[in-house]
Every structure is written in structure tokens, then in C-alpha cells.
């Protein structure tokens, strides 16, 4: 959807800063800060970037280990194995494939230091029973809510709620930049910290606003920072996340009511949204009963022309996740889910074709018993 990207990022450039932290990422960040409640927002240029940034501030030492799904993008993982921490894999819940809060506990050692919780397609993880076990056993709480941008939880906006947050802005999400994400502390301990992280390991934030009368070498740290022209166009898109995720959901409940009578004859399964959840219909997926019939779907579905893609490799299955990481327990949910699930497409514009889909897919499977 396009609203005043090219005119904003027209504006940056005649303002002169195509630099960072300039008016357009301040915009961004305050409107980040506002609709998720957090402390303080920072813009990346990329989730795996705020993920690495969380993993900076955590301290974490080589052999702390990390709680997380197995069952989620590479850089949930590589952002803390990057620190030598070891990422822990649990399985996940059956109903909406998040991390399954009732296995955590079990998982918990003297090394472990933080829970990395993923929001699958922008549906909350059980936050309020996970911070409660964090809490309990001294551990921090990091969302990576890559897909979950405008989602609430419990009427709290998801990446308002761990100690520390990650939004992706990729062009794969509802709200883009192209490449972008953003930090969300939540937590007041790392505010100062997450700064001089940001940039370069100096104090260069609160020389720009008059704490310190020159800006110099003060801790760890990277380039973070996107640029201006990323945040003029993401701060038109943020303007308009609210009609996006509307958009969203109505192709997303559209595929829902169409595929009810297919689940009711044990075809497939649709995803499932607790109560408590307010989704952002960043994604919308059907669960078929094994993976050869997903993979005769997913060839059924390319003969008409339809593209449909399945993911995650599991983590733990992955031959870098072998090498770096270990597993609590057996990752059954997990793995079963990966062989099984398909997702259909989903984007703005799709109105108009989203009746040749659930025909396609109707054909592909209507005739399944
Ligand atoms: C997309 C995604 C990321 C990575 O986001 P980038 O902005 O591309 O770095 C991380 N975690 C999850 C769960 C994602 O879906």
C-alpha cells in the first residue's frame, strides 16, 4: 500500500540528513513509542539487528544459554550464538505453534539467562504466564516480534511486554521499509545502554542533546542505525498501519470462513487465535495431515499458477543449529508442524484474485476425504 513514501523520502533529502536519527527516525520512534507503550524505541536497520542489539545488553558470557523455539527464523538464534550463548530449543504449543509456555520451566539450568519468545504469524506467545516464570527464576524476557507489529495481547501491544523487543520491517511484513526493524526496551535498565549501542559504542545520543560536551568511546557497540530515507518511508507506512492490518485481516478471514468446511471434514486444520489475542493477520496458513499431501498441495497449487511456500526448517534439524545449539526434550509439535504446513499468500491487492486461491485450493483438496 502506498500513501506518502516517495514525498517524505523527497523531503529527507531536500532537508539535507540522510544520515541517522534524524526528524523521520525520531517520528518513527515516538510513534513506536506511543502505540506499544514502551520506554524507548530505536530504529535498525533490520530485526536481526535489534535481536543482536538485545543480545549485546543481556552481557551474555559463552555457555549462557538462551530459551527459544526451534520453530523460527535463523536470526532468533544467530543473534545470541553470535555472543557464544547457546540457544535452548523447546516445542511448541499444537494450536497456535508458539513456544510452549508449559515446557520452560524444565528447560531452565544455572546457565540460563533469558526466554526469546516468537509470536508466530503476529499471534502473542502466553506472555502473561511467561513473564510470570521468568520473573520467578530471575531470567529476562526478549520478544522477537518480527511478524507482530500492531498485535495486541491481553489489550497490551505486543513488544510492549518483555524486558526488551524486536520489530522487523522487512518487506516480507505488514509494515515495511524495505530492510528495517526497531528495538523496544521496555525495560529502564537498558535504555541508557541501548543507545551507545545503537551508535558505535559512544555517547554521541546525549551529546545531541547537551548532556555531554563532547561524544567519545564509552562501551560495545555497532552501526545500527538506518538512514533517513528508510524512516521517511517508513514513517508513511506507519501512518498507515492501522488501514494495513484492516486490509489484512479482512483477506485473512476471508481464507478463514472459506476453509472452514474442508477443517470440518478433517482435511485440514486453520490456525487458531486464542481469545486473548488480537492478531495482525501477518500471515495465514493451513496445516494439512502429512507432508506428502502438503507437498502434492504445494504442486497442485503451482499447476494453477498459484505460489505457495512452507517453512521453517527447524532450528535444531539445521546444520549450524546442530553445532551451536541443543534441544530440551523432543521437538515433536515442531517438526511435525514444518512437515505439514503450507502458507497461502497473503498481500494488499490480493482482494482481487483471492477468489482464483480459494478455488485452487478448494480444488486441491475438496476432494480429499
Ligand atoms: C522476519 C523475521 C526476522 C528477521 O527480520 P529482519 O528484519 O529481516 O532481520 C526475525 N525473526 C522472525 C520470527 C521473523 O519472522
Redesign the pocket.
Known sequence: MCGSELAYIRQAHAHGQLAGNGPFTRDCQQWLQRSTGCRKALL????????EMAALLLDLQPGDEVIMPSY?????ANAFVLRGAVPVFVDIRQDTLNLDEGLIEGAITARTKAIVV???AGVACAMDAIMAIAERHGLMVIE????AVMSRYRDRALGGIGHLS?????E??NVIAG???ALLINDDRFVERAEIVWEKGTDRSRFFRGEVDKYTWVDVGSSYLPGELIAAFLWAQLQQAETITQRRLAIWTRYHEAFAPLERRGVLRRPRVPADCQHNA?MYYLLLRDQARRDAFIAAMRDCGIMCVFHYVPLHTAPAGRRFCRTHGRLTVTEESAARLVRLPLWLGLEEVQERVIDGVWRALGGCM
Request: hydrophobic fraction near 35%.
Open positions: 535498525t536497520h533490520s530485526c536481526t539487528a535489534a535481536l523460527t527464523f535463523v536470526s532468533t516468537v509470536h508466530y522477537d516480534a518480527a511478524q524486536a520489530f522487523s520491517f522487512h516480507t511484513k530492510e528495517g526493524g501477518h
